[in-house]
């Protein structure tokens, strides 16, 4: 009789201390269109208000004819891809919960880096023959094509 109770006990504890945050989860997820951001979409990134600027702009850009969002905001591979979206998801969820949001908004390191990636491997036929390492050398953060081109995308 006394295991049946020890294992009562612990299939309610597990099921409470499972259950609430996979709940807790499952609501924010559904809230926050989670779904929506597994899309290649770029009205998804609208479904925050903050990122209406940078759409309006991407719509008024060069680029919205050959890219969307994740073109240039994600890695070029699957697992890379949304392993991005969850940490940047995770990121802008987490800063929005805290009221930590910064703004204006200003790209990050790790993303600007994706950015980079994105521009030489959609323009390899012209930078090809770039050696981004000289070119730095020549001109300061010029390596870095948003240096430059930092309005091609989004003409704030």
């Excluded at 949304?82 to 910064?102: M, P, R």
């Excluded at 959609?122 to 430059?148: A, F, R």
Aim: proline letters at 3%; charged letters at 20%; aromatic letters at 8%.
């Amino acid at each position: 009789m006394q295991l049946w109770k020890t294992l009562g006990l612990i299939s309610i504890s597990t099921a409470i201390l499972v259950g609430i945050p996979l709940g807790m989860g499952v609501a924010t997820f559904t809230y926050s269109k989670g779904s929506s951001y597994m899309s290649n979409d770029p009205k998804s990134c609208r479904n925050c208000h903050i990122m209406n600027e940078q759409y309006e702009s991407w719509e008024r850009s060069g680029h919205r004819h050959v890219a969307v969002c994740n073109d240039c905001h994600a890695p070029h591979n699957l697992l890379g891809k949304y392993f991005v979206k969850a940490i940047n998801g995770y990121n802008h969820s987490a800063a929005f919960t805290k009221d930590q949001f910064e703004w204006p908004i200003h790209i990050k390191s790790m993303n600007r880096k994706i950015v980079q990636n994105a521009c030489l491997y959609c323009h390899k036929d012209i930078t090809q023959d770039m050696n981004i390492v000289d070119h730095k050398k020549d001109y300061q953060n010029s390596g870095d094509c948003l240096h430059c081109h930092s309005k091609v995308g989004h003409d704030l």
